[in-house]
């Protein structure tokens, strides 16, 4: 059973689901339409390697807006930070950005019971098309959990404020730092000049 976007702004009150900040006008009659923060994420790397931490820059929308580009997987994340017990929270596109040619989270669209966090975006599109920062990209919706279940508590992404790159070299190498591979070549060629 899927809540309604009025149980969805009731439910604001209590301790089970949670929008911050909360926007009525963002209100949908089954979903919440989520925003785009202003900053996107790219990977460095020619080969992606599930099995180890991937270099990745930080590219901030200027507010006319950022050309994504075809061939490239952004990461991006949303400006709500969002709390869920006791319920299946789940995310998609908008149908009005499908239509532009804009895939976002086609792998990773349902979250587990006992999220708490900003959800990172993962974005492609088909041909040039430009986004802007605050712009409602995905609409979250909630599903009724039936049974018990241990909700979800991993220190994986949990409590995420930030865009969260892929962690699946955790699963695959058995590596446990979070030691990510940002490049910064701002601070980078500040210090070779020095």
Request: glycine share 10%; hydrophobic share 35%.
């Amino acid at each position: 059973m899927l809540l309604s976007g009025e149980e969805i702004r009731r439910r604001q009150n209590d301790h089970e689901l949670r929008i911050e900040p909360f926007n009525e006008e963002q209100l949908n009659p089954n979903s919440y339409n989520l925003s785009l923060h202003n900053e996107l994420l790219i990977y460095e790397e020619v080969v992606l390697d599930a099995g180890a931490p991937n270099r990745y820059r930080r590219i901030e929308i200027p507010p006319e807006g950022f050309t994504l580009q075809p061939g490239m997987l952004y990461l991006g994340r949303t400006v709500e930070f969002t709390k869920t017990h006791g319920f299946v929270p789940m995310i998609q596109g908008r149908s009005s950005l499908g239509r532009l040619g804009i895939v976002i989270n086609a792998g990773g669209a349902i979250g587990d019971a006992g999220y708490q966090g900003t959800w990172t975006l993962e974005m492609y599109c088909i041909q040039p098309v430009r986004i802007y920062a605050g712009m409602q990209v995905c609409q979250i919706y909630y599903m009724n959990l039936e049974g018990e279940c241990e909700e979800y508590s991993s220190d994986k992404y949990q409590h995420s404020r930030d865009i969260q790159p892929s962690l699946m070299f955790r699963e695959v190498s058995g590596i446990d730092s979070d030691k990510q591979l940002e490049l910064n070549f701002d601070e980078l060629l500040h210090g070779a000049r020095e």
